[in-house]
Structures are given as structure tokens and as C-alpha cells.
């Protein structure tokens, strides 16, 4: 079975440049989160969607962080402008059911963010 | 004080023995507890739940302790390939299904 499907898998991009961060959740999936994890801050939720709908996006950092759900198997979560604190890993994960089960989260093997 | 709190560690220990971690959390309101693995440069993965009740899974037993609000697991019979972080995940409770990540504790087992 598919997993979830992270797009690119590294990119490494110039200060100031857009960034744009792809994901397909599992087939079947109904919630959507995207994280990002650094050393210094560890795994940090950005952005939660249940039934394409952005629930809680309390952990986006700035206006310069955007993220879209326009159907159940495609996201994205878009920088612009980068900048270099903006380097970590960028996490999508997915998971079944209605908010309150706590059902398994599935995670995406991540998208690899540098910026110079 | 943060949502979910772990000791970073690192935990070294031999083969073969057992290390045991502990997680707090803030919010009482929480209901769905987990543990996660992850292992270097890779994603978390679901190593497993917390019940009420505790529970075990092979050398894994994860126990939660609702009146002091903290969640343990212990290792028994360590292995060269349980290395990896270990990451605490609560939900954050009142409701609502969000998931919140502990910042992790590294083991190190070896020979």
C-alpha cells in the first residue's frame, strides 16, 4: 500500500526564493497535518486539515507560510519569501477517523528544506 | 510549562538491559496517548499506544499515570536495534484531536 507521498524529497534554494512543498495523504484519509522539525524546536505542528478544511493553523509561523487542501489527496505548504531559518525538515502525515479517536498518524518521509 | 515534555537524553546502556523513559503533559483534558520511533534522517512511525490500563508488547510495556499526567515506556532486553529517539505524542485534548510531539529521547544501546 502507498504511504504518504512527499514531494520534493530535498531542495535546497536561495534566501527569497518560493518554496513549495507537496504531499498526498493515504487513500482513505480524512485529516492532514503538516510539521516541521528542527534540532533546536523538535517536531512543531504547523497545520491541521480535517475533510480538506483547515482545522488549526495556530503553528504557522508567519504570513510567509501558506498551505492549501483543494481535494482529499493533494496539499501543499508554500515559503515565500524563504529564508534560512526557515531550514528543517518539513513533515506531512496523515490519518482516518473523526478528531477525537486519536487514530494512528502516518507519516511522509519528509521534504528536506535548505535555504542559503 | 510546554504541552509535552521528555528528557532528551541520551540513554546509552548495554545490550540486554532495561531503560525505562517518561513523558509529562499539561493539559488534563487529554485523551489519546502514544509512542513514536524514529530512527535517524527518517520519519516517526507508531511503536505503540498508551491505554488506561497499561499494555505490552513484547519487550515494549507503556503505562499512563493519569493522576500525575505522565506516560512511560520500558525497554526490556534492549537490542543494538531499538537506537532511536523515542517520541512522546498527546493529544491535546478538550475535544479536538491534535496531536503534540514530545521533543524525543535518544537511546543509544550498545554491545
Known amino acids: 500500500d502507498a504511504g504518504v507521498i512527499q514531494s520534493p524529497r530535498h531542495e535546497v534554494t536561495e534566501m527569497g526564493q518560493e518554496v513549495t512543498l507537496r504531499c498526498k495523504p493515504i487513500?482513505?484519509?480524512?485529516?492532514l497535518f503538516w510539521y516541521r522539525q528542527t534540532m533546536m524546536r523538535g517536531l512543531e505542528l504547523l497545520i491541521y486539515?480535517?475533510?480538506?478544511?483547515?482545522?488549526?493553523d495556530s503553528g504557522m509561523p508567519e504570513d510567509r507560510f501558506s498551505a492549501k487542501m483543494p481535494n482529499a489527496s493533494f496539499s501543499t505548504l508554500k515559503i515565500q519569501p524563504s529564508e534560512p531559518r526557515d531550514s528543517a525538515v518539513y513533515f506531512c502525515?496523515?490519518?482516518?477517523?473523526?478528531?477525537?479517536?486519536?487514530?494512528?498518524?502516518?507519516f511522509g518521509e519528509g521534504s528536506w528544506l535548505t535555504v542559503v | 510549562r510546554k504541552e509535552v515534555e521528555q528528557d532528551p537524553g541520551p540513554f546509552n546502556v548495554p545490550e540486554g538491559a532495561t531503560v525505562a523513559f517518561n513523558c509529562t503533559y499539561s493539559?488534563?483534558?487529554?485523551?489519546?496517548f502514544f509512542w513514536y520511533r524514529q530512527d535517524c534522517r527518517k520519519e516517526p512511525k507508531l511503536l505503540m499506544s498508551?491505554?488506561?490500563s497499561g499494555n505490552e508488547d513484547g519487550r515494549f510495556t507503556a503505562q499512563l499515570n493519569r493522576a500525575s499526567q505522565y506516560i512511560s515506556l520500558l525497554i526490556r532486553d534492549s537490542k543494538l536495534s531499538d537506537s532511536a529517539t523515542y517520541l512522546c505524542?498527546?493529544?491535546?485534548?478538550?475535544?479536538?484531536?491534535?496531536?503534540?510531539f514530545g521533543r524525543g529521547t535518544s537511546l543509544i544501546v550498545h554491545p
Open positions: 502525515a496523515s490519518s482516518w477517523g473523526q478528531p477525537v479517536s486519536g487514530n494512528t498518524i502516518y
Open positions: 487513500s482513505g484519509h480524512n485529516s
Open positions: 486539515f480535517n475533510n480538506n478544511v483547515p482545522i488549526d
Open positions: 493539559n488534563s483534558a487529554s485523551q489519546s
Open positions: 498508551v491505554y488506561s
Open positions: 505524542v498527546v493529544n491535546r485534548g478538550g475535544g479536538s484531536y491534535i496531536p503534540t
